[in-house]
């Protein structure tokens, strides 16, 4: 079944209002949750193994994945080690095309 487009004047002018920062703030979240989210998938990780690897309880990692999570940067340095890769990595993926600018990265990561 194809989705409807739908197209509404009144949800156009609310979101029309929403500042760029918040709709940045929220593309990021969403992105990081759905990168941890593919790393776990692409390694046959569960949850809840993710989260005994991280002393977490697996509610944690679920909000985690939800994308509503603000992350400190101790758990960013965290989820990046238990990968065996670096909290830049964990933000490079097609959602933040229009945010990150990869240029800004080490060539070695």
């Given amino acids: 079944m194809e ?3 739908y197209r ?9 209002n929403i500042p760029k920062v918040d709709t940045q703030i929220v593309s990021v979240k969403m992105g990081l ?3 941890i989210d593919d790393m776990l998938t692409d390694r046959k990780i569960s949850k809840k193994q993710f989260a005994e690897a991280l002393n ?3 509610s ?8 509503t999570h603000n992350f ?5 340095v965290l989820i990046a080690d238990y990968f065996e890769t ?16 990869e240029k800004v990265f080490d060539s070695n990561i």
């Fill in 3 to 5: 989705a409807k487009n």
């Fill in 72 to 76: 400190t940067i101790d758990t960013l």
């Fill in 86 to 101: 670096n909290v830049e990595r964990l933000f490079l993926n097609t959602w933040f095309d229009e945010i990150v600018d």
């Fill in 60 to 67: 944690e990692i679920t909000k985690w994945l939800s994308g």
């Fill in 56 to 58: 977490k309880r697996p």
């Fill in 8 to 16: 509404s004047d009144i949800l156009e002018n609310f979101l029309s």
């Fill in 33 to 35: 949750a759905a990168n």
